[in-house]
């Protein structure tokens, strides 16, 4: 069961949700909307929110998410789809998106990220979502890319969060940790036999951890092959 949130923070899901297809074969939208529903969280990432192909329709019913959810889609340059190459931010209805960016990133295979800057009550907050690609080279492109972007806009506490696809924070994330802690809170792939911990949020340094773990139960080890992550998150 996960905790209530811890207090003066605020609760962030990153979740990979392989477009709806569950580990039990089943396409089951609403399934995975109950889940991040029962997450009671503020900010929900998402990747893999939208399918491959073009126009990329998303994996979630347009008009179900807000009321299944209790979340608001960030918006997106597209009318079919909650997400930007997969990625995808849910906030609470009551926060202030003040700008929201979305990012090509380089690489081999077509990436991007999702930047949200916002407000939530009286605490500002940039959200970077993204997927980043399958090759190591690839990778570390697309971080030096979010970082150059970061370094173009105003100072914000900023924490990216996603399926990082990186097995080893010493070499294939080097750059990312210099200016961010990286946190994994727990091995989340492949959801019916955790091995990897591929699912990460980093924090930079105007935001703490009070609590954080991986949501294991049977029901999202059936609903997607990653189990979703979550932190609480406090301003320093």
């Not at 959810?69 to 079919?80: A, E």
């Not at 750059?175 to 699912?199: C, E, N, Q, W």
């Amino acid at each position: 069961m996960i905790p209530a949130v811890a207090p003066q923070s605020l609760r962030i899901v990153s979740y990979n949700i392989r477009k709806a297809m569950g580990t039990d074969r089943r396409r089951d939208p609403e399934r995975i909307m109950r889940i991040i529903r029962s997450l009671h969280a503020d900010v929900v990432v998402l990747q893999e929110a939208d399918r491959r192909r073009a126009p990329r329709p998303s994996a979630l019913p347009l008009d179900r998410v807000e009321a299944v959810t209790g979340l608001r889609p960030v918006p997106t340059p597209s009318d079919v789809s909650i997400g930007w190459h997969g990625n995808a931010v849910l906030v609470r209805p009551s926060a202030k998106i003040d700008r929201v960016a979305h990012l090509t990133l380089p690489g081999v295979e077509p990436r991007g990220a999702m930047v949200a800057d916002l407000h939530l009550g009286a605490r500002q907050l940039r959200v970077i979502a993204s997927h980043l690609g399958l090759l190591r080279p690839s990778r570390k492109e697309q971080l030096s890319a979010m970082i150059a972007h970061l370094d173009a806009c105003a100072a914000c506490p900023t924490l990216i969060a996603g399926d990082l696809n990186e097995w080893s924070q010493k070499v294939g994330l080097g750059r990312l940790a210099k200016r961010f802690t990286i946190h994994a809170p727990g091995k989340s792939y492949h959801a019916r036999m955790p091995v990897a911990f591929l699912d990460r949020i980093a924090l930079d340094q105007h935001l703490t951890v009070r609590q954080g773990g991986v949501i294991e139960t049977a029901q999202t080890r059936r609903a997607s092959d990653h189990l979703p992550i979550w932190l609480d998150v406090a301003h320093r």
